[in-house]
């Protein structure tokens, strides 16, 4: 019986994003298998990266032969040519593996993906724009949002909610927002309690259904 590679993470196509992911995915202490058709690119990563091999993805035999058929986790990052992403991510359906990620460029290249066998589909031209949006017109420092329509905000307090306590001002009952955690001025981020009194210049993380964040990120 094969034992699969639980903690190792193969990278696909070392271009901007790949190189990126490979290098963060090493930085966060896995081991990255990183693949790419171009010898210069290989060249390039080799002293970075654990493993580099040249190798064209779209051929399933290179794939299979380079084992890939025992790793858990394979990101698929090419992104210009959709023909040679969708042809790689087929071909680590045919060998099995269990959980294949999968950039796409446009919506329609989303959708072929993950009807040939892409169970995580990113966007991130999408993703990254949709978010500095936020951060462009609110008070958003930064903006996490979850499919289910749940979303988590660092944002500059708004001013209705200086001087008293959290208990008092009932930040849940008025806004639909909860308040997990909250920075005062020179101290350092704290789960906020009932308690926490803040001050002009205090930073929060809040949570709440995406509408409810966005609204409260809107106060001033
Ligand atoms: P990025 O925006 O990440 O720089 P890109 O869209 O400019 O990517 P792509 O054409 O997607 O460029 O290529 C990303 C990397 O994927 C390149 O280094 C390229 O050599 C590699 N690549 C492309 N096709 C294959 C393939 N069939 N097998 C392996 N690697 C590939
Ligand atoms: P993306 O990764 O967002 O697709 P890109 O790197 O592929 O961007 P860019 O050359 O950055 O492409 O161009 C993005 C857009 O900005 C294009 O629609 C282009 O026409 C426009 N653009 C580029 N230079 C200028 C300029 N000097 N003035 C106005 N618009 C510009």
Not at 45 to 62: C, F, I, K, M, Y
Not at 71 to 97: D, M, Y
Not at 112 to 128: D, H, K, N, R, S
Request: aromatic content about 6%; overall charge negative; some cysteine.
């Amino acid at each position: 019986r094969r034992r699969r590679d639980t903690e190792g993470v193969v990278v696909i196509g070392l271009g901007r994003f790949g190189c990126h992911l490979a290098t963060s995915l090493t930085q966060l202490g896995h081991e990255v298998l990183a693949i790419d058709r171009n010898p210069d690119r290989v060249q390039k990563w080799s002293p970075t990266l654990d493993r580099v091999v040249q190798a064209d993805a779209t051929e399933v035999g290179a794939l299979r032969q380079l084992g890939l058929a025992d790793f858990a986790r394979v990101v698929v990052a090419i992104g210009a040519s959709v023909e040679a992403s969708v042809l790689s991510v087929l071909g680590l359906a045919e060998l099995g593996v269990p959980q294949i990620w999968a950039r796409a460029t446009s919506e329609q290249h989303a959708r072929i993906l993950a009807a040939v066998g892409a169970q995580q589909v990113i966007f991130p031209e999408a993703e990254t724009g949709e978010r500095v949006a936020h951060l462009i017109v609110s008070r958003m420092l930064d903006y996490i949002e979850f499919g289910d329509d749940f979303a988590i905000a660092k944002v500059r307090a708004p001013e209705a909610l200086f001087g008293r306590t959290l208990r008092e001002l009932g930040p849940i009952d008025r806004y639909g927002v909860m308040v997990v955690g909250a920075k005062l001025p020179g101290e350092p981020f704290r789960y906020a309690a009932g308690d926490t009194v803040l001050a002009p210049g205090s930073i929060l993380i809040v949570e709440g259904s995406i509408e409810q964040v966005q609204r409260f990120a809107a106060l001033t």
